[in-house]
């Protein structure tokens, strides 16, 4: 299954979001394969697009980057003609 999470980071977080993102990709819990990450200008700072095997271990992802980002999740869809 593949997630993309939107993130804006936190009033005051600034630099415990930049140091608690950059060993991310070291740092992944079993199941999680981040396929891409970007800054973003405009409402967002950050995207993350990654897999997950199910929606439990995509959310427990999530969950360890709320600390500093306010996130916001969705299940991608293969798209289909």
């Known amino acids: ?6 993130c804006t980071v ?3 977080k600034f ?3 930049i140091k608690a993102t950059k060993g991310l990709p070291k740092a992944l ?3 999680i ?6 800054s973003l ?6 995207i993350y697009i990654f897999e997950a095997p199910d929606e439990t271990t995509a959310t427990k992802f999530v ?4 600390d500093t ?7 991608a869809v293969p798209w289909t003609e």
């Open 1 to 6: 299954m593949i997630f993309v999470t939107l």
């Open 10 to 12: 936190r009033s005051g």
């Open 15 to 17: 630099e415990d979001a």
């Open 29 to 31: 819990p079993p199941g």
């Open 33 to 38: 394969k981040l396929k891409a990450r970007y």
């Open 41 to 46: 200008f405009g409402r967002y700072d950050a």
């Open 63 to 66: 969950r360890r980057l709320q």
């Open 69 to 75: 980002l306010d996130t916001e999740t969705f299940l």
